[in-house]
T-cell receptor, first 115, second 113 residues
Framework: DAGVIQSPRHEVTEMGQEVTLRCKPI?????LFWYRQTMMRGLELLIY????????DSGMPEDRFSAKMPNASFSTLKIQPSEPRDSAVYFC?????????????FGQGTRLTVV | AQSVAQPEDQVNVAEGNPLTVKCTYS??????LFWYVQYPNRGLQFLLK??????LVKGSYGFEAEFNKSQTSFHLKKPSALVSDSALYFC???????????FGSGTRLQVQP
């Protein structure tokens, strides 16, 4: 299996532009998570989906952030408009099942720089 | 609410010596505990997990972790460190009521040759 695939790996954009991050979970996994990693705040959960349905989006910073999962094999995280403070590494992770004992598998991340 | 604390920002150890990376947790229900490792410019890789049963859990790359319920700790250990173990280590917890992992702040392990 190719693992969780994220694109792009790196994104540099100007403040005010729209940014879309993409994720393909591991085939057969039905839970998907978006995390953000910064030096100041560490790893923060933004949102997670179970069976393509958003379950908890309490970590989404503000209305500029939105996430979708139109099918079991694809998810997007969109920032519109982007701001310099959104600069971070964004990770997508997936897991098989929703049980507490199930480990999540992470993609390699998208490093976003907003200038 | 669930939380994880990793009290050390960095741990330095000489190659061949044993290593310990500390983690304490707080959950309202039964704890499900995980360790992940992150190498530079890479995503997090799963190392091991504690669900229930044996308090000593063995994982990948020779790592193990000791669960201590009375101390609410889940320390990561390895009997003999390698330079290639140098990386960022994250402890994470998930309780039965929440499906997403909550991560600690991370501990940077530096193994000197």
């Amino acid at each position: 299996d190719a693992g969780v695939i994220q694109s792009p790996r790196h994104e540099v954009t100007e403040m005010g532009q729209e940014v879309t991050l993409r994720c393909k979970p591991i085939s057969g996994h039905n839970s998907l998570f978006w995390y953000r990693q910064t030096m100041m705040r560490g790893l923060e959960l933004l949102i997670y989906f179970n069976n393509n349905v958003p379950i908890d989006d309490s970590g989404m910073p503000e209305d500029r952030f939105s996430a979708k999962m139109p099918n079991a094999s694809f998810s997007t995280l969109k920032i519109q408009p982007s701001e310099p403070r959104d600069s971070a590494v964004y990770f997508c992770a997936s897991s098989l099942g929703a049980g507490a004992l199930i480990e999540a598998f992470f993609g390699q991340g998208t490093r976003l720089t907003v200038v | 609410a669930q939380s994880v604390a990793q009290p050390e920002d960095q741990v330095n150890v000489a190659e061949g010596n044993p290593l310990t990376v500390k983690c304490t947790y707080s959950v309202s229900g039964n704890p499900y505990l995980f360790w992940y490792v992150q190498y530079p410019n890479r995503g997090l890789q799963f190392l091991l997990k504690y669900i229930t049963g044996d308090n000593l859990v063995k994982g990948s790359y020779g790592f193990e972790a000791e669960f201590n319920k009375s101390q609410t700790s889940f320390h990561l250990k390895k009997p003999s460190a390698l330079v290639s173990d140098s990386a960022l280590y994250f402890c994470a917890v998930r309780d039965t009521g929440r499906r997403a992992l909550t991560f600690g702040s991370g501990t940077r392990l530096q193994v000197q040759p």
